[in-house]
């Protein structure tokens, strides 16, 4: 089946430092690929998303690109904010799937 | 506001007892996930919906079970309650349910004391 390894959090930074939190998956045929976001007491929010090899989802500052030889989808920003402290969650879906399969998502805590 | 909404917020109940979540998709989505968020299992799929009927199911025990309404909105029943159904339910919907963004409410906490 299909699956999503994410590192264990919680990964703690200092305001304007370079974020990378990794993000692997395993799946069968040509899957979409996505970042959540979860502030503390809220749902997920789509954060950026990439359907297919080298395409790269960006927003708000983030990045990831679908690296499909490594089957990676590696999230990153340049400086990170106090305000990006939250839970990221890596997510995907095959094409033609009607399965979600998220990774076990990684706490970011950035302090000033 | 992702524009889907979830009701009630907040549910405490006794085991043994059966509860209904509610959940109104955004505005022109057809599909409906729903999902269990607990501190050891994390973030599970339980079940879709599309367009009223079930398109996939994931981990959802048989103790619970969905539908989705002509109007779109959806229900989770959840039966015969214990202990380790305490969790976060989110809903999250979708224009087609393959492989487009999903939404996601707010979420529903439940307590089962």
């Known amino acids: 089946g299909n699956s999503v390894t994410q590192m264990e959090g919680p990964v703690t930074l200092s305001e304007e430092a370079f974020l990378t939190i990794n993000c692997t998956y395993t799946?069968?045929?040509?899957?979409?690929l996505f970042w959540y976001v979860q502030y503390p007491g809220e749902g997920l929010q789509l954060l950026l998303k990439?359907?297919?090899?080298?395409d790269k989802g960006s927003n708000k500052g983030f990045e990831a690109t679908y690296r499909k030889e490594t089957t990676s989808f590696h999230l990153e920003k340049g400086s990170v904010q106090v305000s990006d402290s939250a839970v990221y969650f890596c997510a995907l879906i095959e094409g033609g799937s009607y399965i979600p399969t998220f990774g076990r998502g990684t706490s970011l805590i950035v302090h000033p | 506001d992702s524009g889907v909404t979830q009701t009630p917020k907040h549910l405490i109940t006794a085991t043994g007892q059966r509860v209904t979540l509610r959940c109104s998709p955004r505005s022109g989505d057809l599909s409906v996930y729903w999902y269990q968020q607990s501190l050891d299992q994390g973030l599970q799929f339980l079940i879709q919906y599309y367009n009223g009927e079930e398109r996939a199911k994931g981990n959802i025990l048989e103790r619970f079970s969905a539908q989705q309404f002509p109007d779109l909105h959806s229900e989770l029943n959840l039966s015969s309650l214990e202990l380790g159904d305490s969790a976060l339910y989110f809903c999250?919907?979708?224009?087609?349910?393959?492989?487009?963004?999903?939404?996601f409410g707010p979420g529903t906490r439940l307590l089962v004391l």
């Open positions: 990439a359907t297919k090899a080298d």
């Open positions: 999250a919907s979708s224009v087609k349910g393959t492989g487009d963004p999903q939404y």
């Open positions: 799946a069968t045929g040509y899957p979409s």
